[in-house]
């Protein structure tokens, strides 16, 4: 199942770039809405490789997830792997400078069922689809507006 959604951001792409490698702040981010994370890579800057185990709460359970950096392009591109039980996954983030102070920023969730109940997990998933997508496409629109306006501050 696939989730995307695109989104201009009045900034440059080096500045858009910067701030989606602020993986510290999407650490305490997570951490705020109740996940644990550990970073267990031994990278000192960012790059292939940088790896992290994350523990959240979903339908009751407490659930792991590894997430590893897989490309990095800078200031293009980034592709992140997910493994956890019974699904496996990328998330990739493409940016696209648009003029001198606009990026397209485009994000893709693609995740794969590997068991039968995680399959059947996906199916009801994709059953509400329309607004799955209604909802992800919301979501990066928030973060995008929020990503220009710290960076209009910051300027």
């Given at each position: 199942m696939k989730l995307s959604a695109r989104e201009d951001v009045a900034a440059h792409i080096d500045k858009v770039f910067a701030a989606l490698n602020d993986f510290d702040g999407f650490e305490r981010q997570a951490m705020r809405r109740g996940a644990e994370v550990q970073r267990v890579d031994p990278l000192t800057q960012a790059g292939v490789g940088m790896r992290w185990k994350v523990y959240f709460k979903m339908r009751g359970r407490r659930r792991e997830m590894d997430l590893e950096l897989t490309r990095y392009d800078a200031p293009n591109e980034m592709v992140f792997d997910i493994t956890s039980a019974g699904i496996s996954g990328t998330?990739?983030?493409?940016?696209?400078?648009?003029?001198?102070?606009?990026?397209?920023?485009?994000?893709?969730l693609d995740i794969v069922p590997l068991t039968l109940s995680t399959r059947l997990f996906i199916q009801s998933l994709k059953l509400a689809k329309t607004s799955l997508t209604k909802r992800f496409k919301l979501r990066v629109a928030d973060y995008a507006k929020g990503l220009e306006e710290r960076l209009e501050r910051s300027a």
């Open positions: 998330f990739s983030v493409e940016l696209l400078a648009l003029s001198r102070t606009r990026t397209r920023m485009a994000l893709a």
